[in-house]
């Protein structure tokens, strides 16, 4: 069983900036590519980001792209959100996840998920 245990969330004024860390029980933390997911109130869970195994290839959603900034430490089994220049929209629940041996971007591509952590952007 692989537990993930997000941090790192809070409130933040519009242009701030926040980093969520996001660290990973057992030894197979380096064989998995892991994600990033949000879920506003009233709104479906949606894709943020994922980074491969090794850390060398990230993906982005377009509503994010340039702003936030996924990596991992394989060695600390933690993979981090670094959110700057951060907008009202972003506030959410944000939950890490790991995704299964095929790849994509939809939840259910994902099979162990954190508690997540909120994040709010004030206006």
């Known amino acids: 069983q692989v537990q993930l245990v997000e941090s790192g969330g809070g409130l933040v004024q519009t242009g701030g900036s926040l980093r969520l860390s996001c660290a990973a029980s057992?030894?197979?933390?380096?064989?998995?590519?892991m994600g990033w997911f949000r879920q506003a109130p009233g709104q479906e869970r949606e894709f943020v980001a994922t980074?491969?195994?090794?850390?060398?290839?990230?993906y982005y959603a377009d509503s994010v792209k340039g702003r936030f900034t996924i990596s991992r430490d394989n060695t600390k089994n933690t993979v981090y959100l670094q959110m700057n220049s951060l907008k009202p929209e972003d506030t959410a629940v944000y939950y890490c996840?790991?995704?299964?041996?095929?790849?994509?971007?939809?939840?259910?591509?994902?099979?162990?998920w954190g508690q997540g952590t909120q994040v709010t952007v004030s206006s």
């Open positions: 996840a790991r995704q299964r041996v095929v790849p994509g971007t939809r939840p259910t591509d994902f099979d162990f």
């Open positions: 980074i491969s195994r090794s850390g060398d290839s990230t």
């Open positions: 057992g030894r197979t933390f380096s064989s998995y590519s």
